[in-house]
């Protein structure tokens, strides 16, 4: 996972709205997961690891919006759940990061 594209998540969900502040060190922590498990997936399945990047950094943009729209947030936490689908044998933790960051977003009334 890119420095860029890390900066980006961080950023959004330090902004996640005051009240869902108590989430935002879980989440941060989780993202810190991701990051690993992304950049050990990069070497043998780049392709993938850029689309889960990709789909954690809009989930995360789509979070911390003001003025959500539901829809794109969606979209975006199931592209997210889609993107890693088929590694639940090889990289359990990667999917199961996902999963968590995925019902940690919904749990917070996004």
């Given at each position: 996972m890119s420095e860029e594209t890390l900066k980006r998540i961080e950023a959004a969900i330090k902004s996640i709205e005051a009240g869902s502040s108590p989430k935002r060190p879980e989440l941060l922590g989780l993202l810190k997961t991701l990051k690993t498990e992304v950049e050990g997936l990069a070497g043998t399945h780049g392709e993938?690891?850029?689309?889960?990047?990709?789909?954690?950094?809009?989930?995360?943009?789509?979070?911390?919006?003001?003025?959500?729209?539901?829809?794109?947030?969606?979209h975006s936490v199931s592209g997210l759940s889609l993107s890693v689908e088929g590694f639940e044998a090889s990289h359990p933790r990667l999917v199961e990061t996902v999963n968590n960051i995925c019902t940690m977003l919904a749990g917070i009334g996004v």
């Open positions: 993938q690891a850029h689309s889960i990047a990709g789909y954690a950094a809009v989930a995360a943009y789509e979070a911390s919006r003001k003025q959500k729209a539901e829809e794109m947030l969606k």
